[in-house]
Each structure stands twice: as structure tokens, then as C-alpha cells.
């Protein structure tokens, strides 16, 4: 009931890793055991799977060099269909799923029956053709002839615009929160109360926030991409994770 009264759930995971990391010295803390043990399970996961990435000699007990596209995903393939969806092999996905609201889990699988009913009935009329026997990542990839890419479905442009609009009425409907916590990170405002309950203070997020950004600038600009376009690029994944993660 606490998970569906919250507005971004997934936060909670990122707060709760704060604060342990802060609280995990404490031998008192009731939640010590259990955070440590997350954190190696955790972390073993995803060094496995660093080392299947990695390594051509590393055991592939995640069987991610076979059958898996994109990031992680594990097609369920049924020949000669349109059928598109598959599993991912990424662990922290299903964590993240347990602190999903049952709106946005049903959300999920309104939306991805549409989508695959409305590819499925458009190849029937004749578009797409050749769609059924496309690859997964084709199917959604593909730059043409898809549901995803072409009339008259075009599903890109939708989740494009959807991800754009969500990132914008956010960062309106939190404008105010976003303009105070600018003015304490600058010292510009000075209120102790409003800090007392966060994790991090608000000077490091933005300090972390823009670092991070002038970085990934300087790292695409380092391979040859423009200035301009390491900066448009770097922009697009924040609203495109930014939004992602809430979805």
C-alpha cells in the first residue's frame, strides 16, 4: 500500500542504498545483515554478467551470448508471427518490477497487447510486408517497414513524444522543489529543515549531476562527434532514462 501511494517507487531503491551505506558502520541498525548480503548478491550478479561480456572464456551460465538482443533480452520466438516480446536476463529489472505500482504493471501489459494486436492486424492487411519474418531486434529497430518505424502505426513517434511530454510537464510540475534545491546548492537559501531527511545534500546531487554530464560530453567529443552533437546526445539519454525509469 506505501509502494502505490508514491509517485516514483523506484526511488526508494536508490534512497535506501544511501541511506545504508551511511548506516552500515552502525552494528545497531536491525538492517545490516540483510544490506550487506543484498549488496554481494547483488554485486555477484552483475559481475558474472560483466564476465560473460567480457571474457570469451567466461562460463555463459547466463546463456547471454545465445538467443539475447538489445539490453538483455531474451527473444521468445515464434516463427512466421508478429509476435515481438520477449524476457530480460537483467536481475535488477524484476527487483525494480516488485516496487512497480499495479497501475503502471497494468499499464504495461494494456499497452503491449495493443501493440501486438494492432502489428499483427496491420500485417494481415498488407502492411509490413516480410515483418512476420524479421529477427527481434528488427521488429523493433529496423528503420523500415515496421510497426515501430512506418505508417500507419509508426509506434516510434508516439513513444518518442510521450517521453519527451513526460519529461517536460515533470520538470514543470517540480519546478518549484528544482528552483529551491538550486538555490541551496549555490547557497543562495539556507534551510537546515529541508535537508534534514535527504540522503545527500543538495549541493553534491547537482554537483554530481553536472560533472557527470560535462564528462560524457567530453567523452563523446573525444571520439570525433561535434561538440554539439556530444551535448544533444548526452541531453537525450538524461530525458530519455530520466522517463524510463519512472515507465
Known sequence: MDVEMLPYPHVTVAYSTIMGVREVKNSKWTGRIAFILGFLVGLGLELIRAGILFFPWFPDVYSWRSNTRGPGTH????????WYYGLT??????ALLI??????????VFW???????SAVAAVLGYYTGYADMGFCGKSWCGSNTPFADPPLAFGSIIAGVM??????T???ERNHIIITLKMAFGVVKDPKIEA????????AWIMLFASFILLV???ASTGMSIWASFVITLTGVVVWFTTSQL
Open 112 to 118: 503491449g497487447i495493443i501493440y501486438e494486436v494492432a
Open 99 to 108: 516496487l512497480a505500482p499495479l497501475r503502471s504493471l497494468f499499464s504495461i
Open 75 to 82: 527473444w521468445i520466438t515464434f516463427p512466421g508471427t508478429t
Open 171 to 173: 520538470i514543470f510540475h
Open 197 to 204: 531527511e535527504e540522503p545527500l545534500s543538495y549541493r553534491s
Open 89 to 94: 536476463k537483467l536481475s535488477p529489472v524484476y
Open 218 to 220: 567530453i567523452l563523446f
Open 164 to 169: 519527451l511530454g513526460a519529461f517536460v510537464m
